[in-house]
C-alpha cells in the first residue's frame, strides 16, 4: 500500500481530486516497477515558485526557483542499495521522504513543452519518485539517460503522453 500525503500550499492552480488520484497511481506504478515490496508513505507538498525559491535556498544554496525537489529519506549506495537496513518505519511503512513540486512552474513548463498541466505534474512526480528510491542525474549522464527512461515508460504505462 501506498501512502500520499498531499498538502495544497499555493493558489496558482486547482488541485482536483482526479489529479492527486493519478498521482496516487504514479507513486504505486513508481514502486512496482521498481519492485518494492514495502508499505510506503510520501509526503507531497503543492507551492508556488517564491515558497520553492526559498526551500531551494536554505536546502540547496540555490536561490531560483525550481520544478520541484526531492527529500528522501533512506540513503544509498552507489549500486542503488539501501545502506542502512533500519528505514524510518511508521509500523510496517517505510517513509520514502518528501516530494515539493511548484505548480507555478509546472504550469510554465506545460506551455513551454505543449502538454498539459496533469502530465507534467505526473511528470515531476516520478522524476521525484525515482529521486526517492535513490536515482540520480546531477553530473550524471548515464543516470540521466537510465531515469528519462524509467520516467517515459512509467507514463506511457499509465497512458500519460505529451
Do not use: W
Not at 1 to 28: F, G, H, R, S, W
Request: aromatic share 6%; net charge negative.
Amino acid at each position: 500500500m501506498t501512502e500520499l500525503l498531499i498538502e495544497n500550499n499555493q493558489e496558482k492552480a486547482e488541485i482536483t481530486p482526479e489529479l492527486t488520484d493519478l498521482l496516487q497511481k504514479v507513486c504505486e506504478a513508481v514502486l512496482t516497477e521498481e519492485e518494492c515490496d514495502f508499505d510506503a508513505q510520501i509526503s507531497l507538498t503543492f507551492v508556488d515558485n517564491e515558497q520553492i525559491r526559498r526551500i531551494n535556498a536554505e536546502f540547496r544554496e540555490k536561490d531560483t526557483p525550481t520544478d520541484v525537489l526531492s527529500f528522501p529519506m533512506l540513503e544509498f549506495d552507489e549500486n542503488g542499495d539501501i545502506i542502512d537496513a533500519e528505514y524510518d518505519f511508521d509500523g510496517e511503512t517505510v517513509i520514502l521522504g518528501d516530494i515539493i513540486i511548484s505548480t507555478e512552474r509546472a504550469l510554465e513548463q506545460a506551455e513551454e513543452f505543449g502538454h498539459t498541466f496533469v502530465r507534467e505534474v505526473a511528470f515531476l512526480c516520478v522524476h521525484s519518485m525515482l529521486h526517492l528510491l535513490g536515482y540520480d542525474h546531477v553530473d550524471d549522464p548515464e543516470g540521466e539517460a537510465i531515469m528519462r527512461e524509467k520516467q517515459t515508460r512509467i507514463l506511457n504505462e499509465l497512458g500519460i503522453r505529451r
